[in-house]
């Protein structure tokens, strides 16, 4: 089963390829992130992250309810969002 985690986008920037990428707050922890499929997200808003990749906008409210779920889970101590790491080739990108 895949697992996206909600994370709150704190900065946007291009890395030297050009990608989209941001730094997300993930309850605590700060992770880089590809925006490419998400251009419309800006800084504060919630994305949904799955292995380093945001694949969607949600609201607050639902990544506080995810937050509470996987704590009652006992997750959330084990959150560890991977860091992407993106070929150097620039005929990936677009």
Known sequence: MCL???????EINEDPQGVKMAKANFGGIVKQVCLEYTPEVRAGDYVLVHVGFALGKVDEA?????????????????LDVPEVSLPT????VK
Do not use: H, N
């Open 62 to 78: 639902e990544a506080i309810r995810t937050y509470k779920a996987l704590e009652a889970m006992q997750q959330l101590g084990e």
């Open 89 to 92: 080739d620039p005929s990936f």
């Open 4 to 10: 996206a985690i909600p994370g709150k986008v704190i």
